[in-house]
């Protein structure tokens, strides 16, 4: 199957999200060619700033899959993945990635992140949108955090 195909089933859900009241997001999860997941964007709908196509798209294949890992699968989306979709895309181990509508084109309907990914790439400390602070808090008698988890995963 063609990326082709996939982005054209991406803008289809975008559209008729729009239709909807929604925003112009979709995206199609796919494995050997197989649509396992679909997603639009339903931050309006939901209340949930997270809900974005992708989101709502990988976490479906997860769903599906079983799995928390979408190794060997791809991910079409209408336009270009924001920070948040793409660090889940990261996440989750998908490699392929399209998608039909870049940052410049959605620039002049307010529809970019350009601005969140120039603030990201700059080290946390230096983020100017953020106040970020490290305090190691411990608790006093308890086992470390980290170490707690670690020890009650299965071997």
């Known amino acids: 199957m063609s990326a082709e195909r996939f982005l054209c089933e991406a803008i289809v ?14 995206a199609v999860v796919t494995k050997d060619g197989q649509v396992i997941a679909t997603g639009v964007n339903e931050i309006l709908s ?24 979408l190794d060997g699968c791809a991910i079409y989306a209408s336009g270009h993945p924001c920070p948040m979709c ?4 990261h996440l989750t181990g998908i490699k392929d990635v399209a998608y039909a509508y870049s940052l410049e084109d959605g620039e002049p309907y307010g529809l970019t992140h350009k601005a969140i990914y120039a603030e990201l790439a700059r080290p946390i400390s230096e983020q100017k949108s953020l106040r970020t602070t490290y305090l190691p808090v411990r608790q006093a008698e308890q086992e470390d955090l980290y170490e707690e988890w670690h020890k009650a995963q299965p071997r």
């Open 13 to 26: 859900l975008a559209r008729d999200n729009v239709r909807r009241g929604g925003r112009p997001f979709g």
């Open 86 to 89: 793409l660090s889940a895309i």
């Open 46 to 69: 939901t209340g949930d700033p997270t809900a974005h196509a992708e989101i709502q798209a990988i976490r479906e294949a997860c769903r599906v899959l079983g799995t928390l890992r």
